[in-house]
């Protein structure tokens, strides 16, 4: 079975230091993954995906994120967090056992410092 | 473009009374549909979905059901809700064939007391 495990809960950094939002993943098959954001009172936004093309994946705002197979990651990271970037992220991988079903992180809600 | 709607965005009932949660969605034809129910600290549960009208599949055992009477309309339905119904409900679409990228909606709050 598909699960994603989002290390932090929580995540705060001073605005214009880097981001780095943790996502592992457990998979039996090539899977597809991706982070969505939900910003408050909004709702939720794709923010990059990986469909195992290039492992490095660029999304909007200045967010990337890495697909590492050996570690089994998908870390989200921005050089230089914005005071528009607070918002909860969420890491989803594709379920193998069904061709409409995503597996949901937990989210990590994202704290911009001034 | 294309746009999603969902009403209401914030329903608080008593526990025993029915639900009906609408979400339509504008812009685009044949949309796979699906309800999601997230709650807090947790990532989104998927509870239906849909790839056609009269078609429902559902994820999860619940007290919920679904339905989709008009291709571009889909319903959200409880007959008698339970505390345990609380929760933050989001609607999405997606093109038929591409689950990866799913438009969600604004979300309506549901508390039950």
């Known amino acids: 079975a598909q699960s994603v495990t989002q290390l932090d809960s929580h995540v705060s950094v001073s605005e214009g230091t880097p981001v780095l939002l943790r996502c592992n993943y457990s998979s039996s098959y090539s899977p597809s993954l991706f982070w969505y954001v939900q910003h408050p009172n909004k709702g939720l936004q794709l923010l990059l995906k990986y469909t195992s093309a290039a492992t490095l994946v660029k999304g909007i705002n200045g967010f990337e994120a890495e697909f590492k197979k050996s570690e089994t990651s998908f870390h989200l990271t921005k050089p230089s967090a914005h005071m528009s970037d607070a918002a909860e992220y969420f890491c989803?991988?594709?379920?193998?056992?069904?061709?409409?079903?995503?597996?949901w992180g937990a989210g990590t809600k994202l704290i911009i410092k001034p | 473009s294309q746009t999603i709607h969902q009403w209401p965005a914030t329903l608080v009932q008593p526990v025993g009374s029915p639900l009906s949660l609408e979400c339509t969605v504008e812009g685009t034809s044949n949309p796979n549909l699906y309800w999601y129910r997230q709650a807090a600290g947790r990532g989104l549960q998927l509870l239906f979905y849909?790839?056609?009208?009269?078609?429902i599949s559902s994820e999860v055992p619940q007290n919920l059901s679904a339905s989709r009477p008009q291709d571009r309309q889909f319903i959200l339905s409880s007959k008698k809700l339970l505390l345990s119904d609380s929760g933050f409900y989001l609607c999405?679409?997606?093109?038929?064939?591409?689950?990866?990228?799913?438009?969600f909606g604004p979300g309506t709050r549901l508390l039950v007391l």
């Open positions: 849909s790839v056609g009208i009269g078609q």
């Open positions: 989803v991988v594709t379920s193998g056992d069904s061709n409409y079903q995503l597996i």
């Open positions: 999405a679409w997606s093109v038929v064939g591409q689950r990866e990228t799913q438009y």
